[in-house]
């Protein structure tokens, strides 16, 4: 784990200070370069997840059962894909259906909100006893560039899960309102350029001087954290975020909503190479009414995520970018008394496009009836070593936590095999 | 209620049973009030005592240093131990006034009074309330059922109060009762909060009520036998099915209100419905065990549990509370994690943390004199400064203070009183209270810090740079506007040098060096940028999320009056806010 010694902060009052941007080097040049290594070899170079809060019914989207008990009133259309046919309401997905696989097995034992939105995030149920990292974290720590001027792990309409005991560094810089700039990366009104670099030179005078005073290295690892911060301010790529500029048409393919606009700034931060992004759609905890409120979610997500897919591919990105889609849980196959499904583990589906998996693939089948899972379900740390595995990491990769306990990526998944 | 097998058990529950009142924690829908029994006693009587045992704890870590060859760094200066004390007792930083008349007093035992000033303050009550409704119900708790508001309230009142901690740990272990007021006027039990937030999952309640109350992290052997101590799935199935005999009852009328939704807890004589079926096959058939082997009445576990939990040969309770007191204040525990005690991870100075363990046990638990002790001790009266650097890994048995960040409670409190943040807004007719809600929000999600583990390196995000830099509280903070602490000071003094130290006792709590003095009148008379309010950028360029203070801010940049010397205190103000020495407790 990364340590700031006393020697690295001595070495240089200018790179303490942050001015020179050019100068401030992450002290932990092998971070960096195992990273490179990392990539290198990696089909995916970076991820999204396309994050449905709220656990989404299985049944009434991906994996349809028309005419049964269970069905519900939707009926499947098929896709591009041979074998895989899919929910009436999401029929641009239909459209690019060869380009993702579905995981129609998924199955675990969190039937509640947190736990298995915790569980789904970090591939571990929560404990007190560890903070375990979200999946965003640990790309944040393996694979992401220190000296980027974009962060590593963003999440969109959502706050995702942090990196537990990676460190808040790795966390995800969050953009609640998605199509805006993150908070406060603009100067403060009345305050220009000019006035920014000279508060700044001020600033690193107080710095300077109690760094020397204390000899603490916590406050060089502050300036750091400042440094990065100027130069998020300051580079032209922070643009990414902002989509004002692309086509109208462009962002009514998306869809007028916070989910759509995000998923276009994923696209646009993917083109930045930024490594991880999450974007959440909530809503998807449909007790009752399911048939009124899903087709309204679905045509945001249908939208959304088959523009993402399609713009991705035009740029020659879809091959290299790791797309996975899912929620914390499925929903009832029964039929509640408030037209409702209520929450149901254990058999579910999640989609996975992208970052060089095998497309138009279907991983295990439910039950006619959706009850029941037929053979061997996935589990979360199955679909998480998939996506590590592509991403080019170990998905047994352990590091100590602060007070000595190796945690591992994974709590001993296995890559899903049909999809690789 | 009883503890079987346990004869020290029984001559307690005597004992306890003897002294009116004590049963009413566990009695349902009791708020923990200030009787006799509930609070402990204020500082005077016991102070020759206390000032004994301030004394002893200097000379056992006195006679650690000896043994370890460690060098301890040179005291504090005043106006450091003063900034220091105000943030850790009550979460806010001393006004310059304070600042003055403490570094002008000249008697012997001004810490101590300031000490006992600032337990007195309601600053106090507030703060720590929000700490442990923070180390109780946590940051993302989205519970339905949960009255956080009552919940914090009650929290408040027991600080004002100074509840014993024994007391109040019982009130939390044992709740019963109705969550939330009604119509019926049904007294709720406020404590029950705590239960709710754990009501699906004794397992999950039995962990964090191991690690929050004992320190010891049970919930590792919730899956396997533990890896590195003796403690077996069984031992932790034994402590969990102590929660397995309390239910949660929905008030169906209640259902139709918003949220918090109105339940009773009541415990019951078998384990409850509606858990997991594999649980509920183990649950059935293991008997409420503690966590040193000793059965719990089946009957009343928890309230069994309470009493084990809080009598005076537990060898964890005391030992966890002063734990994590002496790490709150001196930066790392005598074990650290704080809440990991375990044989293999053993204490620093264990004598000292036995010293001050017996201590709290022999008067009262009393949380404000723990406090006071710590806060006396020469160790929390040490420079930042100075003083050997231990090779990494060695243990540092405090010999220098540390550096560490602010908390988001602490934060705001501190930037909002150094720039008289509150003023500005409500002399701007913005509803205060409102501006004051949000920002509590962004600055609990933004500056979250883990203080369960010391860590030596700087954690810190963008975002948290990016706030102080750029935010319109900053920015409205520390311009003139009226009310703000800036027009004030300017308005009030006119002497260059007044005006810098002003500013410095403001926000660093001491005056300003000479070299300071030079440095800053060089920078406010020559500003090296004339305002180019037609040239620069000062509409943002991007799309902006909302901002309570975005319209306040426009108004301070537009201030009538504004000079280029105005706008350089304002620069000086903002690199003094943004500066380590600002951010870090030292």
Known sequence: MNRFGRRQWLGGAASLLGLCAADVLWPSLSFAADADERRKSAKAQRCILIWLNGGPSQIDTF?????????????????????????????????????????????????????????????????????????????????????????????????????????????????RTP???????????????????????????????????????????????????????????????????????????????????????????????????????????????????????????????????????ARHLLASTLILCMGEFGRTPKINATEGRDHFPQAWSALIAGGGIRAGVVVGETSPDGMTIAGKPTAVPDLLATAAVQLGLNPHHTELTPAGRPISLTDGGTPIAQLS | MKILRSPIGAVVVALLAAVPGVPACARNGSVTSATPENTASSPPRTESAQTQTVAAANRLLRGEWAK???????????????????????????????????????????????????????????????????????????????????????????????????????????????????????????????????????????????RIFLGVQIQCAQCHDHKTETWKQTDFQKFAATFARTKVVNDERAK????????????????????????????????????????????????????????????????????????????????????????????????????????????????????????????????????????????????????????????????????????????????????????????????????SIDRDAFQGTVAQALTLMNSAAVATGTSTLPGAALSHLLATKTDDNERIAALYLRTLSRLPTPDEHAYWKNFIEHPATRARASLGKSEPTHARAADPLRKLETKAAGQRGANDTTRAYEDMFWALLNSSEFFFNH
């Open chain 1, 179 to 313: 199509g805006t700039m993150p908070s406060h990366i603009d100067l403060a009104a009345g305050v220009d350029g000019d006035r920014f670099d000279r508060r700044r030179a001020a600033l690193s005078e107080l710095e300077r001087s109690f760094a020397t005073q204390t000899g603490d290295a916590k406050i060089d690892g502050r300036a750091k954290v400042y440094a990065k911060a100027v130069r998020l301010m300051k580079t032209p790529r922070s643009g990414a975020f902002d989509i004002a500029d692309e086509p109208s048409a462009v962002r009514a393919a998306y869809g007028d909503s916070p989910f759509g606009r995000g998923c276009l700034v994923a696209r646009r931060l993917a083109e930045q190479d930024v490594r991880y992004v999450e974007v959440t759609l909530d809503g998807w905890d449909t007790h009752n009414d399911n048939f009124k409120r899903t087709p309204v979610l679905m045509e945001k997500l249908d939208m959304g995520l088959s523009s993402l897919i399609r713009e991705l591919e």
């Open chain 2, 68 to 210: 370890t060859g460690t060098q301890p760094a040179a005291p504090a200066d005043d106006a450091t131990f003063i900034r220091r004390v105000t943030i850790d007792i009550a979460g806010t930083l001393p006004d310059e006034e304070q600042v003055r008349a403490f570094l002008n007093d000249s008697s012997p035992d001004k810490r101590a009074k300031l000490v006992d000033t600032l337990l007195a303050s309601p600053a106090y009550a507030e703060f720590w309330a929000d700490y442990w409704d923070d180390v109780l119900l946590g940051n993302d708790l989205q519970n339905a059922r949960v009255d956080r508001q009552l919940f914090r309230r009650w929290l408040r009142t027991n600080f004002e109060n100074n509840v014993r901690w024994d007391r109040l740990a019982s009130a939390l272990i044992t709740a019963t009762g109705d969550n939330t007021p009604s119509e019926n006027g049904v007294e709720p039990n406020p404590a029950v909060n705590w239960f709710l937030k754990y009501s699906d999952s004794p397992q999950d309640m039995a962990g964090n009520a191991s």
């Open chain 1, 63 to 175: 994996d349809p059962k028309p005419g049964t008990v269970n069905g519900g009133p939707f009926r499947a259309i098929k896709t591009r894909a041979p074998k895989i046919q899919i929910s009436e309401h999401l029929p641009r997905l239909a459209e690019v259906g060869d380009r993702f696989s579905l995981v129609r097995n998924m199955s675990t034992k969190e039937g509640n909100h947190i736990r298995a939105q915790h569980l789904l995030h970090t591939g571990y149920a929560p404990n007190p006893t560890v903070q375990h990292p979200s999946l965003g974290g640990w790309v944040s720590a393996r694979l992401g560039d220190p000296n980027s001027e974009l962060p590593a792990f963003v999440s969109l309409a959502g706050p995702s899960f942090d990196a537990g005991f990676l460190g808040v560094q790795h966390g995800p810089m969050i953009v």
């Open chain 2, 256 to 451: 139709m209100q918003p949220p918090p939704f109105r339940v009773t807890v009541t415990d019951i004589d078998r384990v409850r419905p509606g858990l997991l079926k594999e649980d509920m096959a183990w649950l059935s058939t293991t008997a409420p065990t503690t966590l040193d082997g000793r059965l719990l009445d089946k009957k009343q576990p928890r309230a069994a549990l309470a009493q084990w939990m809080t009598s005076k040969e537990n060898p964890w309770f005391a030992a966890a509370i002063v734990n994590r007191m002496w790490a709150r204040f001196l930066g790392r525990g005598f074990v650290d994690p704080i809440d990991d005690f375990r044989p293999s991870n053993g204490a620093d100075a264990p004598a000292l943390l036995h010293l001050l363990a017996e201590d709290f046990k022999a008067n009262g638990y009393d949380l404000k004199r723990l406090v006071r002790t710590i806060a006396l001790t020469e160790a929390y009266g040490l420079s930042s400064s100075g003083g050997a650097e231990p090779p990494a890994g060695e243990r540092k048995l405090w010999s220098r203070f540390r550096l560490q960040p602010m908390g988001p409670t602490e934060l705001l409190h501190s930037l909002t009183k150094a720039t008289a943040l509150d003023a500005a807004v409500r002399q701007s007719q913005l509803d205060l209270e409102r501006v004051q809600t949000e920002l509590t929000k962004q600055y609990n999600f933004t500056f979250d810090t883990d203080e």
